[in-house]
């Protein structure tokens, strides 16, 4: 958290500007459909977000990886390495208190309510202020003096945005 704070008290001047433009874009892009939105059988993106809060908060921790009666791996299988299962874990513990019908396993498949959508566009909106923008300036802060051009570079990258927003 102290690293967070510092390096967030750096970003100042035309940082500043490109830190509140990276958001605006975020929030713009979060307002677009979704890839794969409404297209069953696999509904994208968004999907695999949602389905990976699903496994993560309803199997046993040593279930997240195994094919079993309650994780078909060839429907969105949690593919990532276990600290981002973790992280998947956390959102869906509280993504369950906004929505539970989003994170119900085997019910939930396709889950596209609103209120749905606003909590996994959020989270990932959150999760970029709190872990990547932090991240972003402390790498550009190893790599150059003149590290906030590169920080805002990161942060403005438009994979970033667009893919998870």
Not at 60 to 86: C, I, K, R, V
Request: hydrophobic share 45%; net charge negative; proline share 7%.
């Amino acid at each position: 958290f102290a690293v967070h704070v510092q390096c967030m008290s750096k970003i100042d001047g035309i940082g500043g500007l490109g830190w509140a433009l990276g958001l605006l874009l975020r929030f713009g892009f979060a307002l677009c459909p979704h890839s794969g939105q409404g297209k069953p059988p696999m509904f994208g993106d968004y999907e695999a977000q949602r389905h990976w809060m699903e496994l993560t908060t309803a199997l046993p921790l040593l279930q997240w990886y195994e094919p079993t009666a309650d994780n078909d791996l060839q429907y969105w299988g949690l593919d990532y390495p276990p600290l981002m299962a973790f992280h998947s874990w956390l959102l869906g513990t509280i993504g369950h208190q906004v929505d539970p019908t989003c994170f119900a396993l085997h019910t939930s498949r396709g889950h596209e309510s609103l209120q749905c959508k606003a909590f996994l566009r959020s989270s990932v909106m959150v999760s970029d202020l709190l872990i990547y923008l932090p991240g972003a300036v402390y790498a550009a802060k190893s790599f150059a003096e003149a590290w906030q051009p590169l920080a805002l570079f990161l942060w403005l990258l438009p994979p970033l945005g667009i893919i998870d927003h």
